[in-house]
């Protein structure tokens, strides 16, 4: 198995919603990462977590909460958010965080807040 | 100046062509990969480079650590080729988790 799952493929939340994206490999990878991706633009980082720690976040606004409970899964909670925080959302995995390991992504959940 | 660049940005091409995108970077790094991103959005990793030459089916990547320069070739293009490329860079010296994207390279291939 060679896969990133991410569910769901598509939300649409309203900016009172609480909702969660939700992100799955049984590959054994320890590094699991977050990113967001604006039309025409490449990924950029938000979380990182090694061996189920955070151990970067790149200045994320609050409303995004990101969980690892364990070494398989990741979540990102979602609350008040703005409509600018429309955007894919790729989740990724590698072996470990460090030099030369590959990443392999999942195919994104497409964010729309109303 | 971005650190990584990717060129062309667009590319047009008929089936059968042979393809090259570039990738420049400015920093020191530990790897480069290529990746492919098909419209709708999941990303598949190519490659992962860090000296030489890598073949897969009818794609091969290429890199010149001294250059600081990469290139991705597609031989018989199909239009199943048809996506965003992507090259992104491991920097030497920063956080071994980050990866520096490239704006990506979007390829259309027409019959």
């Known amino acids: 198995d060679t896969e990133v799952t991410q569910t769901p493929k598509h939300l649409v939340m309203g900016m009172t919603n609480k909702k969660s994206l939700k992100c799955e490999q049984h590959?054994?990878?320890?590094?699991m990462y977050w990113y967001k991706q604006k039309a025409k633009k490449p990924p950029e980082l938000m979380f990182v977590?090694?061996?189920?720690?955070?151990?970067i976040n790149e200045s994320v606004p609050s409303r995004f909460s990101p969980e690892c409970p364990n070494s398989s899964l990741l979540n990102l909670h979602l609350h008040a958010l703005q409509p600018e925080d429309s955007a894919l959302y790729l989740c990724?995995?590698?072996?470990?965080?460090?030099?030369?390991?590959?990443?392999?992504f999942g195919q994104g959940t497409r964010l729309t807040v109303v | 100046k971005n650190e990584v660049e990717q060129s062309p940005q667009n590319l047009t091409a008929q089936e059968g062509e042979f393809i090259t995108i570039n990738c420049s970077y400015s920093?020191?790094?530990?790897?480069l990969h290529w990746l492919q991103q098909h419209p709708g959005g999941g990303i598949v990793s190519l490659f992962m480079?860090?000296?030489g030459k890598k073949k897969h089916g009818r794609l091969i990547a290429t890199i010149n650590i001294q250059e600081k320069h990469s290139s991705l070739h597609i031989t018989a293009s199909h239009p199943r080729d048809s996506a965003v490329y992507i090259c992104?860079?491991?920097?030497?010296?920063?956080?071994?988790?980050?990866?520096?994207f490239g704006t990506g390279t979007r390829l259309q291939v027409t019959l």
């Open positions: 590959m054994g990878h320890r590094a």
């Open positions: 992104a860079v491991r920097q030497l010296g920063g956080t071994a988790s980050k990866l520096t």
């Open positions: 977590y090694s061996y189920e720690k955070l151990s």
């Open positions: 990724a995995s590698s072996l470990s965080g460090g030099l030369n390991t590959e990443a392999f």
């Open positions: 480079l860090s000296s």
């Open positions: 920093v020191g790094i530990s790897a």
